[in-house]
């Protein structure tokens, strides 16, 4: 089945710089690669999403990239700000079958 | 927009207690719906496929005579963790996308505490 690995576990950067974090997967089938943001004991928040059709995809300070040959896809964070700091996870997914990565914790410095 | 709703949101109760779990779709109907587990500082890891009409699938390791899945309509899946331990506690999740392979809309989580 897909295994999906992330990195880094936990990220800290300063207010108004960028973070990046990454993904990689196994199954080249997987044609669906959401990324959500949780807050501590709160639902997962889809913030962007990308299929693999695309190699790229934006909004405002989030984007996401996908690399299939490789199999890798990042979520890029710009202007970073202190209620960007939460969980996030990356997934990818092939007819609904959705396997998440281990989550990154991001920190924002004020 | 589309919403799961989850309910309990928290349950606390003693050793050898069955606890269900109620996930709704409220405004589509949900062919599919997928429970999760996560444990603190933990990611979500899926325990089953719950199949409207049919029977759930399961991931390996997933007891399915602990963690019974029914999902009996197209908006409701319920999981019951059957005489949970302490073992079990642990963050619930459900989710459901609106179309194949579309977005999913996760529900609010149940965290259940065994004691």
């Known amino acids: 089945g897909e295994n999906v690995e992330q990195h880094p576990s936990t990220l800290s950067v300063q207010e108004g710089d960028s973070a990046v974090i990454k993904c990689t997967y196994s199954?080249?089938?997987?044609?669906?690669f959401p990324w959500y943001k949780q807050e501590l004991g709160k639902r997962p928040q889809l913030i962007i999403d990308?299929?693999?059709?695309?190699g790229e995809k934006k909004d405002q300070r989030i984007a996401v990239t996908l690399n299939k040959t490789a199999k890798h896809f990042s979520l890029h964070i710009t202007e970073t700000q202190p209620e960007d700091s939460a969980v996030y996870f990356c997934?990818?997914?092939?007819?609904?079958?959705?396997?998440f990565g281990a989550g990154t914790r991001l920190t924002v410095k004020p | 927009g589309a919403v799961v709703s989850q309910h309990p949101s928290w349950v606390i109760c003693k050793s050898g207690t069955s606890v269900k779990i109620e996930c709704r779709s409220l405004?589509?109907?949900?062919?599919?719906m997928f429970w999760y587990r996560q444990f603190p500082k933990q990611s979500l890891m899926l325990m089953a496929t719950?199949?409207?009409?049919?029977?759930?699938?399961?991931e390996q390791g997933v007891e399915k005579d602990k963690f019974l899945i029914n999902h009996a309509s197209l908006t409701l899946s319920t999981l019951t963790v059957t005489s949970a331990h302490p073992e079990d506690s642990s963050f619930y999740i459900c989710?459901?996308?609106?179309?194949?392979?579309?977005?999913?809309?996760f529900g609010d989580g149940t965290r259940l505490s065994i004691l």
């Open positions: 199954d080249s089938a997987s044609n669906y």
């Open positions: 990308i299929r693999s059709n695309v």
């Open positions: 989710s459901a996308p609106e179309q194949l392979n579309q977005p999913q809309h």
């Open positions: 719950s199949n409207e009409g049919s029977k759930a699938t399961y």
């Open positions: 997934a990818a997914s092939m007819s609904n079958d959705m396997r």
């Open positions: 405004d589509f109907q949900a062919t599919t």
